[in-house]
Structure formats: C-alpha cells, structure tokens
C-alpha cells in the first residue's frame, strides 16, 4: 500500500534560513509526488510536481524538491526562508495516470521566526 | 474569480441536522473530489466523481453522500449531521488523474454542536 510520511509536524527557521520539509513516501510502482501549500483560510495550492520527468523539481516561490528512489524521499527546501512562507506544506503520493487515488501526508507546520 | 469555489465557507448546525455542501468549478476538469481535513490527519478522501455518471465512495464515505449534478458542479451532504463530522472540507478537482495535480476549493469549515 502506498503511504506518505512527513516527518516533523511542526517546524522552526529563522527568517533568511534553510528550510528543509522532509517527505518519505512507499510505493511499489513509481510514484508521482507533489507538494502543496496552504495558508490559513484557504484551499492547498500546488508548489510543485515530479512526474518522473527531472529528479530536480523546481516550484514556485523559490521552493525545490529533489526525488531520491534510493532513499523513497522527496524532501522539499528554500535557500532562504521569507516571513510569508510561513503556513502549513503537505506532501501527497498517486500511484500514476490513471488512478483516482492521492495519499497525503499529514502535514508540516512552518513556523519562520523574525 | 475563483477556479474552484466552495460554499459556503462557514457553518455552524446542530446535531441531526441535514446539510449540504456545494462545489462548482470553471477549470473545465471532469474528475471532482471532496476531502475532509482533521488536524494531524492529513486530508481524507470521502467521494469521488470521474464524470457526472460516475460517482465513487472513498476512504470515509459513511455518513455522507454525494451529487454530480453537472460536470462543474459536485454536491457533499450530510444526512444526520454528528458532532465528529466537525471538520474542514474540501473540494477539488483534477485533469485526468494520478499525474495531474489537484486544485482545490479554500475549503468549508463545518461545526455540529
């Protein structure tokens, strides 16, 4: 069964920071991966995708996510944190085209101190 | 406006309550879905829709059911409203599925005292 796992439900950078999210994720097919963002009040919005195309995806809003098949990860980072990354990112799994199925994880919460 | 819109996004009802949940989108997607969130759970599937004649249970259908009454519009009700259905839901939709992202409503967020 495919599953997601976000390690860390809550995390703290200062303003100007590395932020690293980490996702791991099982699957017995390759997966496609996707990372979301929400902010209070509102839906989850894509930051990026890795549909099998680069290992190196970059996103919106300065984010990337590297996909490592030896290690099942799809960790996603930012150089730098800024006062408005600050919200709630989750990671998601589908198993390929054709499928009606996305497994999220549980989110991470971030927090960037000034 | 917005591509997938959720109404309304606010409700407080009481127990035993019939409600309804209403979703419409402009992105022309013929895949809808409504999730509920719950605090350290993540987003769970309730019901899918892959087009207006095929309506699908998911993970956590007990309690709700569903209507496609068009393909932009992708209804969620309540029959009996219990207090655990107290959640965020969310519609979202899709072209075609699986590796395609999803895009999401800004969500409705249900009190059943």
């Known amino acids: 069964a495919q599953s997601v796992t976000q390690l860390g439900s809550h995390v703290s950078v200062s303003e100007g920071a590395l932020v690293l999210l980490r996702c791991n994720y099982s699957?017995?097919?390759?997966?496609?991966l996707f990372w979301y963002v929400q902010y209070p009040n509102q839906g989850l919005q894509l930051l990026l995708k890795?549909?099998?195309?680069?290992?190196l995806v970059k996103g919106i809003n300065g984010f990337e996510a590297e996909f490592k098949k030896s290690e099942t990860s799809f960790h996603l980072t930012k150089p730098s944190a800024h006062m408005s990354d600050a919200a709630e990112y989750f990671c998601?799994?589908?198993?390929?085209?054709?499928?009606?199925?996305?497994?999220f994880g549980t989110g991470t919460r971030l927090k960037v101190l000034a | 406006d917005a591509d997938v819109t959720q109404t309304p996004r606010n409700r407080i009802t009481k127990t035993g309550k019939r409600i309804m949940l209403e979703c419409s989108q402009t992105?022309?997607?013929?895949?809808m879905y409504w999730y509920r969130q719950d605090p350290g759970l993540g987003l769970r599937l309730i019901y899918y829709?892959?087009?207006?004649?095929?309506?699908n249970k998911g993970e956590i259908s007990d309690g709700y059911s569903v209507s496609r009454q068009a393909q932009a519009k992708f209804s969620l009700s309540l029959e009996s409203a219990i207090p655990n259905q107290t959640a965020l839901y969310f519609c979202?939709?899709?072209?075609?599925?699986?590796?395609?992202?999803?895009?999401f409503g800004d969500g409705t967020r249900l009190s059943i005292l």
């Open positions: 829709s892959f087009d207006v004649k095929d309506i």
């Open positions: 890795y549909t099998s195309a680069a290992t």
């Open positions: 992105k022309g997607h013929d895949r």
């Open positions: 998601a799994v589908s198993k390929g085209a054709g499928t009606y199925k996305y497994i």
């Open positions: 979202a939709t899709s072209e075609g599925s699986g590796n395609q992202p999803q895009h």
């Open positions: 699957s017995s097919v390759p997966p496609y």
